[in-house]
């Protein structure tokens, strides 16, 4: 067996060389040892300092760390569809324009139950509160687009992506049902169908996301004319501006009698009136520059709500968040679809044209709504992406049959039997599925058209002599309009030549985030202070 190696036998003795002999050295003359050198020969006070950042910097860690797996598991998701197809590419989220869809969910099970029981709210729950958030892709705009829950409308075939279990189409039926069957994503889609535009993202929030957010930013000023009481939502308030929060907060977005004339277009306007506020308090606060406050409501909000799969990151809600924080708020308008009594049954609504449809082709073309006359920059990256070559020849699409496709005249000319004279001129040209109806005077004529009926307008257009500038894609439209304004007030040939669209109707924007504006109380719920 081999000896170990000895060195006092074997190795010179180096105790007579210059320098230290060894690692550690005994005699204080030597030095210190090389590792504790530099330690060694701080200053106390340098070392502490030292210290003190490496615990900054290892407590700093861990918080981010914290706060984000923390945020990231208080976050909900679901599909962002339930069958529809996209037409376009998926928005960028930094930088491009975005459509984002917001819903407040009806549902009473969980920390909801205090505001009824589960048969009030059926399966996914409906949505109380739509309004579409669209983002301009400059970051200077944004526009904000209620949907009234009695607002019928047809609701495409769903699927529910949790069950697998396929939803029919439905027409006629109220916007605030979409989700109640296949979930989120049938209102996704409805929207979708409805505006002829894409949703990039949903957000849903439940009726605590109300109560803890006006709690987190310390209430939200509300005005209102009169002092009322609404016992259904059990909202009660001075005459004047007060401040909301808690459950106080939550019944004043819920009031559905308390405003106007108590109904659903006097709760959209009071829902807008909080949201502009609510918008001034966290800019003038500087919230959304202010890491600590911003974190508090980032844990507020995540713990109630539900995004889509896109949305479902920390750092992607922190993107949007981010573009947000510099917009003019006299540039966020805060819109209203517009609307008419239903012809089925007044106490329900219907989109009323040629308002909508200007609305949505508005939207569509990216007009400024604060500022329509304001020209339209087209989006960056629509202009530099060249258009794919094709690979292969479509298949001719056979020609449709005039007869079976639904071509109606609104009569906007303040003309007496003016509709009559063109649906006359329509069956001549084999348009033989027509209807007639008195429509609100318009100034411009205007073809509308619904989804898959371009062709059949084209051909109406051309028939009547109507230019196809003054052709407008309406989702909400079954079939083809031809709405009849003042500048074609006689005769089977549109003459005005090629006038540019119709223009948005007027007082379109409700309000911006930048006005204060005091809501008008239903006189039936007025009480005495």
């Not at 922190?318 to 009594?341: E, H, S, Y």
């Not at 906007?412 to 429509?439: K, P």
Request: glycine fraction near 10%; aromatic fraction near 6%; include cysteine.
């Amino acid at each position: 067996m081999g000896r170990g190696r000895d060195r006092r036998d074997n190795e010179a003795d180096l105790s007579a060389e210059p320098g230290p002999v060894s690692r550690h050295a005994d005699s204080h003359d030597v030095g210190a040892a090389r590792h504790l050198g530099p330690l060694r020969g701080m200053p106390l006070w340098l070392k502490a300092l030292t210290g003190v950042v490496a615990l900054v910097l290892v407590a700093g860690i861990v918080f981010a760390g914290f706060w984000f797996f923390r945020l990231q598991g208080n976050i909900s998701k679901a599909p962002l569809n339930a069958g529809g197809e996209s037409t376009e590419s998926p928005g960028n989220d930094a930088k491009g324009r975005l459509q984002i869809l917001i819903l407040g969910s009806d549902t009473r099970d969980g920390k909801n139950s205090e505001y009824g029981g589960a048969d009030d709210s059926t399966g996914y729950g409906k949505s109380d509160v739509m309004m579409l958030m669209d983002i301009s892709e400059d970051n200077k705009r944004v526009n904000v687009i209620s949907f009234p829950r009695d607002l019928l409308v047809d609701i495409p075939d769903c699927k529910d992506r949790k069950t697998g279990k396929d939803y029919p189409a439905r027409t006629g039926v109220m916007i605030n049902e979409a989700m109640s069957e296949a979930g989120i994503g049938c209102a996704v889609d409805t929207v979708n169908k409805l505006t002829g535009m894409q949703v990039d993202h949903f957000m849903m929030a439940d009726f605590n996301a109300v109560k803890e957010l006006s709690n987190a930013v310390g209430g939200v000023e509300v005005c209102i004319s009169d002092a009322v009481y609404d016992p259904d939502s059990r909202l009660r308030l001075p005459a004047g501006t007060s401040s909301v929060q808690g459950e106080m907060a939550l019944a004043f977005l819920r009031a559905r009698h308390a405003f106007a004339d108590g109904g659903d277009l006097g709760r959209i306007k009071a829902q807008q009136g909080f949201l502009s506020s609510l918008t001034r308090k966290i800019k003038d606060d500087g919230t959304l520059s202010d890491p600590a406050k911003m974190l508090k409501i980032a844990d507020v909000v995540t713990q109630n709500l539900t995004v889509d799969d896109g949305l479902a990151s920390v750092p992607t809600l922190l993107t949007i968040g981010n573009r947000l924080k510099d917009i003019d708020i006299g540039k966020v308008a805060f819109v209203a679809v517009p609307t008419a009594p239903a012809p089925i049954d007044p106490n329900r609504l219907v989109i009323a044209e040629p308002a909508g449809a200007q609305l949505f082709s508005a939207m569509r073309k990216n007009v400024d709504l604060t500022d329509p006359t304001a020209p339209a920059t087209p989006s960056p990256t629509e202009t530099a992406t060249p258009s794919p070559a094709p690979t292969e020849t479509a298949p001719p699409v056979p020609p449709y049959n005039k007869a079976i496709q639904p071509v109606a005249v609104a009569n906007g000319s303040g003309v007496n039997g003016r509709a009559q004279e063109l649906v006359q001129a329509l069956v001549a040209g084999g348009f033989t599925q027509t209807g007639q109806f008195l429509a609100q005077p318009v100034a411009k004529t205007a073809v509308y058209y619904g989804n898959g009926f371009e062709d059949v307008a084209a051909d109406v257009a051309t028939l009547l002599g109507i230019p196809a500038t003054l052709m407008i894609p309406a989702p909400a439209v079954s079939g083809v309009q031809v709405y009849v304004g003042s500048d074609f007030p006689s005769g089977t040939a549109y003459e005005a030549g090629g006038s540019p669209a119709a223009a948005l109707p007027q007082d379109i924007v409700n309000q911006t985030a930048g006005d204060k504006v005091c809501q008008q109380a239903n006189p039936e719920l007025i009480v005495r202070q």
